[in-house]
């Protein structure tokens, strides 16, 4: 018969085996992912701010705003000609209150030029050789494939991240006390700054773990979208109520109309032009040059309506010998953000939500405390096994045998 006494201690033994297991999982796959983990978590620290220090250390590349039109695209590629004879012009960023930045050479490696957007002055010039980088591309590259090989490293860190968002949950299921009451409640939330130090590196890796994991959880499962296709796919089905997340296929021109139309220059403008006759107070615009070595690329336009943020952004994608806008086909970022159905906007808003911006400053002040918490987690809970190791190496000290009384005879 099934008392209530032996259901409660069922029940508890439910929970115990449950913990056990939680236990063990959060032990081996945090000693394993450990170092992945920090070492992706101190470069996000770093990257999260990348334009708010690139900006601050460059005043050199601040403009003032002026009541007058910026710069075309043909005018960046005359200045290209001059100062990088026989490249190509691939991209251009344009950002208010700033240079606008060219990459010359493709965006790999390369070479790039800073133009005043007004007079299209070169203030700055850097030429680079094929894999050499600056320093937050350097960061990057670390924090996506550990400088590694790209088809090594990138796969290591998704699943290691994927490894690391389990261990949250099971740390979660670990600090989940027994019994609320005051005193789990003192243990639970609060770090006894006044305890020993074991009990201050516990408490840190407890309190401030479970303060984070919410944080750590989103920059964590929005990061892997990027690098685990099947993790994508359904996180994006989760979201949209079961549809199936359309494959990117690349917009191309029709190259049969290759000379027929525009030059090279003459589309480019065109193709700014429209985009910004649609946007006339973007905060911001991205460029793909015209190819004329790959006759069926188009002309990629972005629109930036917001400061350091990319989920509102509009795409636009022109035949770059007729100047036709392709539509088709269409991928989740094509289309305007405030018409997308919710599975889209979340899609669109990942990049903005895994470094905090979709908040703005704050936001990314959030991403960049809750980073370097989660690059002390592996730390501190590496010192709490150490700990543990060591007192159970440790001999039982003998029990001490009490004195007997000799007896005279």
């Not at 601040?62 to 190509?88: D, H, N, Y």
């Not at 490696?109 to 980088?133: D, F, I």
């Not at 109520?241 to 065109?270: M, N, R, W």
């Not at 336009?301 to 350091?308: F, H, L």
Request: proline share 5%; hydrophobic share 40%.
């Amino acid at each position: 018969m099934n008392t209530p006494a032996k259901q409660l201690k069922k029940k508890k033994s439910n929970r115990s085996l449950f913990y056990r297991i939680s236990a063990w999982l959060h032990l081996w796959l945090g000693l394993v992912t450990g170092i992945i983990v920090v070492i992706v978590c101190l470069t996000a620290c770093i990257w999260v701010f990348n334009e708010e220090i690139t900006d601050m250390m460059e005043p050199q590349h601040a403009v003032a705003k002026q009541e007058k039109a910026v710069i075309l695209p043909s005018q960046i590629m005359k200045v290209a000609e001059t100062e990088f004879p026989g490249k190509r012009v691939s991209y251009a960023t344009f950002r208010q209150g700033r240079v606008v930045e060219a990459g010359v050479g493709g965006r790999r490696g390369g070479s790039s030029m800073k133009l005043n957007p007004y007079t299209a002055q070169v203030v700055t010039k850097e030429v680079r050789k094929e894999g050499e980088t600056g320093f937050f591309r350097w960061v990057l590259n670390g924090h996506r494939f550990l400088w590694m090989p790209v088809a090594i490293g990138r796969p290591i860190v998704n699943y290691s991240i994927l490894i690391f968002l389990i261990t949250l949950i099971t740390g979660m299921v670990m600090w989940w006390p027994k019994k609320w009451n005051k005193s789990t409640r003192q243990q639970s939330f609060n770090i006894k700054w006044k305890g020993t130090i074991k009990r201050v590196n516990y408490d840190l890796h407890n309190v401030l773990g479970f303060y984070a994991l919410l944080l750590l959880f989103a920059i964590g499962a929005t990061g892997i979208v990027y690098g685990i296709q099947w993790w994508s796919k359904g996180l994006y089905w989760a979201t949209s109520g079961g549809k199936s997340l359309p494959e990117y296929v690349e917009k191309k021109s029709d190259s049969l109309q290759a000379g027929k139309h525009y030059t090279p220059e003459q589309a480019a403008d065109i193709a700014f032009q429209t985009v910004l006759r649609k946007h006339p107070d973007a905060n911001g615009f991205y460029m793909s040059f015209p190819d004329t070595s790959k006759p069926k690329s188009g002309i990629l336009v972005i629109a930036y309506p917001s400061k350091g943020q990319y989920y509102n952004s509009e795409r636009y994608t022109f035949d770059q010998h007729t100047l036709q806008e392709l539509k088709e086909p269409r991928t989740i970022y094509d289309g305007s953000y405030a018409e997308a159905e919710f599975g889209t906007k979340l899609r669109k808003m990942n990049y903005d939500i895994h470094v905090g911006s979709i908040l703005g400053l704050p936001g990314k002040i959030l991403a960049f405390f809750a980073s370097l918490i989660g690059a002390t987690l592996p730390v501190t809970g590496f010192i709490i096994w150490w700990g543990k190791k060591k007192k159970q190496k440790k001999p039982a000290k003998k029990a001490a045998v009490p004195r007997r009384q000799v007896e005279v005879v």
